[in-house]
């Protein structure tokens, strides 16, 4: 089976730098994606990394170490509207993929 | 380039009744997946298909959920009889390929089992 670890809670104020670990526990892994997800609305796509290392996006950076089983998320120069909830997902399979869902972190940004 | 069209948007029944949910992928897209997300949690997986295929339904109920994609476009998921547990958002996306890399989800169907 699969097993996702993330905070369930992180708040920080605008401007701020915020980083949203994520641990998993996975036969099969491929890659690791993060999704955003404000209050009522559909999840959408943050980023994807399979190989370890960095992968910067704008405001957002996402990092992967295959060796520690360990993501993150980062978020830089924070916004109120980037309040919402963050799910990292692990890729388990190469030609047909499928995504497994943490239970997500919801992150508050007070002005 | 429209979205990934669901409905309906809400819809509230009694348990042991029956119901239907619809959902138009991104045209183009092969793969179409479909989601239950309860309260607090995140997405899980029920179903994945690509094209008209099923590739992956380890996860779903299949005593009382099921699910076609006719002619690999549209696609419909229904719950019969639906319990108290079902009551959930469910969520149905799209990918370009099978690698599942980026999912593009719709608004989702917001269930009521009362």
């Known amino acids: 089976g699969q097993s996702l670890e993330q905070p369930s809670e992180v708040t920080a104020v605008e401007g701020a730098i915020v980083q949203i670990n994520c641990t998993y526990q996975?036969?099969?892994?491929?890659?690791l994606s993060w999704y955003q997800q404000h209050d009522g609305g559909a999840p959408t796509f943050l980023s994807y990394n399979a190989l370890d290392g960095l992968e910067e996006t704008g405001r957002f950076s996402s990092f992967l170490s295959r060796s520690d089983s360990y993501g993150y998320l980062l978020l830089q120069e924070l916004q109120m509207k980037d309040s919402a909830s963050y799910f990292c997902a692990v890729r388990i399979g190469s030609t047909l993929g499928r995504l497994y869902f943490g239970r997500g972190t919801q992150l508050t940004v007070w002005p | 380039e429209a979205g990934v069209a669901q409905s309906p948007r809400y819809k509230i029944i009694e348990k042991r009744q029956s119901v239907a949910f619809w959902c138009n992928p991104i045209s183009g897209h092969a793969t179409l997946y479909w989601y239950q997300q309860i309260l607090g949690q995140g997405p899980k997986l029920l179903i994945q298909f690509q094209n008209n295929g099923v590739v992956d339904d380890s996860q779903l109920p299949k005593d009382r959920f099921s699910a076609e994609r006719l002619k690999g476009v549209d696609s419909t998921l229904k719950i019969q009889p639906a319990k108290l547990e079902d009551s959930a958002v469910y969520l149905c996306?799209?990918?370009?390929?099978?690698?599942?890399?980026?999912?593009?989800f719709g608004p989702g169907t917001r269930l009521t089992v009362l």
């Open positions: 996975t036969s099969g892994f491929y890659g």
């Open positions: 996306a799209s990918s370009e390929g099978p690698s599942a890399d980026t999912q593009y």
